[in-house]
């Protein structure tokens, strides 16, 4: 009884936050005035792409039958190549360094990075776009379902970790995919991650979201720094000894993260969440079409 007590409370407190996110990504997304996309560009072709396996929601007439009956490994649909050119994955870095806000009248950088997300999600839908997470494995497709089976999975709590390392799990070849986080870890799993997309034909966008605190360093005298997961902590008596090696280091991290673009075909854009986040979204929508 406990069980189903808790797992009833659990469900209402998800489902509560659905209205409130769907709402704002769908306010963010009428702002921003979107022109005709996807596959009814000219020149993506229509011819075989690849199989790939059958997932959950996939409709029967998409199932190559014969396909599937050669093989012992399940259901295959055969997709065409602007099928793939359509899809976009989205990551989303669910780390405890994304729950961060200096002041109580701005988002955290999580909740701008979810509502930035979904307002993207719904304009690609809304485009006739496939869209999926790759956070949660959703494979990338259409329609308002999927646009409900985004905003479940983007509105589930953080990871225990600090940091997460970019995922492509279920990005097919030759798409599109948004990386979205501060990108204040390890720089290597994200250079691993465009390097493996390119490799596959993936091109896209990273989108960087700090506090404003983050880029202005404002801190003098006797402080403690500690992590949003309480797994890091540094005291000092001079912080403001501090800033300008710090406002080095983000400069280079910035840097690093526009070369590792360049490099790989994609794009690099900071957001701030005391900016405008209509401003990104026409940024990260006008980069999607730029990419292909």
């Given amino acids: 009884?406990?069980?189903?007590?808790?797992?009833?409370q659990d469900a209402e407190t998800l489902a509560?936050?659905?209205?409130?996110?769907?709402?704002?990504?769908?306010?963010?997304?009428?702002?921003?005035?979107?022109?005709?996309?996807?596959?009814?560009?000219?020149?993506?072709?229509?011819?075989?792409?690849?199989?790939?396996?059958s997932h959950a929601g996939d409709e029967a007439r998409a199932i190559d039958w014969r396909r599937?009956?050669?093989?012992?490994?399940?259901?295959?649909?055969?997709?065409?190549?602007?099928q793939a050119a359509?899809?976009?994955?989205?990551?989303?870095?669910?780390?405890?360094?994304?729950?961060?806000s200096s002041d109580a009248s701005l988002p955290t950088k999580a909740d701008e990075a979810r509502r930035l997300c979904l307002?993207?999600?719904?304009?690609?839908?809304?485009?006739?776009?496939?869209?999926?997470?790759?956070?949660?494995?959703?494979?990338?497709?259409?329609?308002?379902?999927?646009?409900?089976?985004?905003?479940?999975?983007?509105a589930e709590s953080a990871a225990a970790a600090e940091y997460i390392a970019p995922e492509l799990r279920g990005v097919p070849g030759r798409s599109r995919a948004v990386f979205v986080s501060d990108f204040l870890g390890d720089i290597a799993p994200v250079s691993t991650a465009l390097t493996r997309a390119a490799d596959r034909g993936v091109d896209g966008a990273l989108v960087q979201v700090l506090d404003p605190q983050e880029e202005a360093f404002p801190f003098n005298g006797r402080t403690?720094?500690?992590?949003?997961?309480?797994?890091?902590?540094?005291?000092?008596?001079?912080?403001?000894?501090?800033?300008?090696?710090?406002?080095?280091?983000?400069?280079?991290r910035k840097d690093e993260l526009q070369a590792l673009a360049r490099a790989t075909g994609w794009q690099f854009h900071c957001h701030h969440t005391d900016k405008s986040a209509s401003g990104a979204l026409l940024w990260l929508y006008g980069a999607l079409e730029r990419v292909h």
């Fill in 86 to 100: 359509q899809s976009v994955m989205i990551w989303l870095d669910a780390g405890q360094s994304m729950e961060f």
């Fill in 1 to 8: 009884m406990r069980d189903v007590a808790r797992l009833r």
């Fill in 68 to 82: 599937s009956a050669r093989s012992d490994d399940g259901l295959f649909v055969r997709e065409k190549e602007w």
């Fill in 119 to 154: 307002a993207l999600a719904v304009l690609l839908i809304r485009g006739g776009e496939r869209v999926g997470l790759t956070n949660a494995g959703l494979p990338p497709r259409a329609g308002q379902v999927q646009l409900m089976r985004l905003t479940a999975s983007l």
């Fill in 224 to 252: 403690i720094f500690e992590s949003i997961g309480g797994t890091l902590a540094h005291e000092t008596l001079k912080a403001g000894d501090l800033r300008d090696r710090y406002l080095e280091r983000l400069a280079a």
């Fill in 16 to 53: 509560g936050s659905f209205p409130p996110l769907l709402a704002a990504a769908e306010h963010l997304a009428s702002s921003v005035m979107a022109g005709e996309h996807g596959r009814r560009r000219v020149g993506q072709g229509d011819q075989f792409w690849q199989y790939r396996p």
